[in-house]
Structure formats: structure tokens, C-alpha cells
């Protein structure tokens, strides 16, 4: 099967272009760095030339307002290409509850990419995943002052961007879902939690204090970001992959 991935040099699409390679398929990596503009459409058609299926894993350079007309251009621009390449298959990789969550752009963004999708000409796959194990640094960066780093506790189910990857690669070699899969990690965790076992982990002293008006987060309400009845929990726990990543 040939399959172009869009974003295919960020942490999740290296990932991926490895995987579906090592399963045989004929991948093709797209990203600005190769000279595909999904903004402008440069590159597209030569990308996605026989292509089976396209799996789009791109971000948007911002995460204020701005990531609607991102998703929008984009998203227009890969559903018009992959139709003229009679691409069969278009899978996007989403955010579990993003639907839910309309006070923040970059969800009601996502929730853009995801409509144009479902009323595109082509078959197509959502991947809902929830936040990944390597972002957890960062979240705690956003609201870490003087030795504190003030957390919600938001309910989470954490998952490995591996775990990611090989949803995304089963979904994108099978059949179009014409739907959502949700895709999570095994640990119910708050996120508050997560910031003391991650900084425990690492020998940090700063303390992790209580507080659900810090961060981005705290505009969530109750558990809409961990995943519905169906989804599919991934194998990896949270701290084994912190005590993987410490050790190597």
C-alpha cells in the first residue's frame, strides 16, 4: 500500500513513516522541510501521485485563533488534492474530547479539521488521541513559578506518542472507519498527580500545588479529555515510560 503522510518529520510522523515502512508499505514523508505547503497547496499533487491512503499529523504554528484559518486552508487544500489523486482513504490524528471543549481555539480548531473531513469527498479515519506522555514537561513549564508548579486536577488517561503511532498505522491500513476512534493510555491519572510522579521521577524539587484555575487546562470540565467507553487503551503506562526514559 502506498501511503503519503503529511507531517511526516515531527514526533509523531517520523514515528509513523518507520512503522508503516517496516510493515512494507511504501511511505512517503510530506512536510514543509520537502517542499509541501499545505497552506498553499505547493507540492500536494506530486506527494500524494498513487497514493492509497494519507494520514495528516501536521500542527498548526499557533494555538490561539489563528489554527482556525490553519485548519481550514489546510484541510480544504488536502481534501481537493487527495480527490484529484483518487486517494481512497484521508486520516487525520484529533484530540479525544476536543468537541468538548469550544473555550479553547486550537480545540474548536481541531474540531474544524475534523467537520471538513466528515463532509469531504473521501472516505475517511479520525484518530482521537488523548495528551501524550512527552508534552507532560511542557504543561508543567506553562505554570511553573518559583519553585511551584501549579496544576488542576483534570482527569487524563496519558498515552505514549508510540502507542500513537501504531493506532494511527492500523487505522491507516485498513479499511476508512467513516468515524472516531479514541485512543488512550491505561492509567486514569489527575493531572496534578501526573505533575508529582513526573517530577518525583526526575529528582525535582519543585512541589506540585492544587490549583484548577492554572493552565489550559483548567477550562476543562470533568472527564471529556480521558476517552469514551470505546476507546482503545494503549499498553504503555506512564511511569514505566518515565523509568524507561531515565534509564536510557
Known amino acids: 500500500m502506498k501511503i503519503t503522510v503529511i507531517g511526516g518529520t515531527g514526533l509523531i510522523g517520523s514515528q509513523l513513516v518507520a512503522t508503516l515502512r517496516n510493515a512494507g ?26 497514493a492509497d491512503t494519507v494520514v495528516n499529523v501536521t500542527n498548526s504554528p499557533t494555538f490561539d485563533e ?10 480544504n487544500n488536502l481534501l ?13 490524528l484529533s484530540i479525544v474530547g476536543v468537541d468538548q471543549v ?9 474540531v ?3 467537520d471538513l473531513l466528515r463532509h469531504g469527498p473521501t472516505p475517511y479515519s479520525i484518530v482521537r488521541a488523548t495528551q501524550f506522555f512527552e508534552f507532560m514537561d511542557a504543561v508543567m513549564s506553562w505554570t511553573a513559578v518559583d519553585g511551584v508548579v501549579r496544576l488542576p486536577a483534570t482527569p487524563l488517561r496519558p498515552i505514549a506518542s508510540a502507542d500513537v503511532v501504531q493506532a494511527l498505522a492500523d487505522v491507516a491500513t485498513a479499511a476508512p472507519l467513516d468515524g472516531t476512534l479514541d485512543v488512550a493510555g491505561p492509567d486514569l491519572l489527575a493531572l496534578d498527580e501526573i505533575g508529582r510522579i513526573t517530577l518525583a521521577a526526575h529528582d525535582d ?30 499498553p504503555t503506562h506512564y511511569r514505566d515510560w518515565l523509568n524507561a526514559n531515565l534509564a536510557g
Open 25 to 50: 508499505h511504501d511511505v512517503v514523508p510530506a512536510s514543509l522541510s520537502s517542499g509541501v505547503d499545505l497552506l498553499t497547496g505547493a507540492g500536494l499533487d506530486e506527494v500524494l501521485a498513487g
Open 66 to 75: 489563528q489554527s482556525l484559518d490553519f485548519f481550514r486552508t489546510s484541510g
Open 80 to 92: 481537493r488534492a487527495g480527490e484529484r489523486a483518487g486517494v481512497r482513504h484521508q486520516v487525520a
Open 102 to 110: 469550544p473555550e479553547l481555539d486550537y480545540y474548536r480548531a481541531k
Open 112 to 114: 474544524l479539521q475534523e
Open 205 to 234: 524539587g519543585r512541589r506540585v500545588v492544587t490549583d484548577d484555575r492554572a493552565g489550559m487546562f483548567a477550562t476543562v470540565r470533568g472527564d471529556v479529555l480521558v476517552g469514551g467507553p470505546g476507546a482503545r487503551l494503549a
